[in-house]
């Protein structure tokens, strides 16, 4: 089981950006897909951007319709450190919310071993 940890969250005003951490630690990333979602106050958690682990590739989805998450959402790693980022910048108050990280075996397969979260608190 891998133990995850995100950091880097916090309050920051519309058309700010903050980078997101995720750090594992126990038997660490290996060959596994890294996730990133987010849940607001009373909605779904929803996915956004995932990265592969072993190739580096990367997968984005919009967490709003209508408005691209790329660009805006960047999903990257650093082996040495065992971590995964999420960087978000043009943050808007509909990005309010707990962002979250899991892994999963490969994309498309369920994620698990979620980390604890960290508040993004987007103010207008």
């Known amino acids: 089981q891998v133990h995850l940890e995100e950091s880097g969250g916090g309050l920051v005003q519309e058309g700010g950006s903050l980078r997101l951490s995720c750090a594992a630690s126990g038997r660490g990333f290996s060959n596994v897909e890294v996730g990133w979602f987010r849940q607001a106050p009373g909605k779904e958690r929803i996915f956004l951007c995932s990265i592969n682990w072993k190739t580096g590739s990367t997968y984005c989805r919009d967490p709003v319709k209508g408005r691209p998450v790329q660009g805006r959402f960047t999903i990257s790693k650093d082996n040495a450190k065992n971590t995964v980022y999420l960087q978000m910048n043009s943050l808007a108050a509909e990005d309010t919310a707990v962002y979250s990280c899991?892994?999963?075996?490969?994309?498309?397969?369920?994620?698990?071993?979620w980390g604890q979260g960290t508040q993004v608190t987007v103010s207008s």
């Open positions: 899991a892994v999963a075996s490969a994309l498309g397969f369920p994620f698990g071993d």
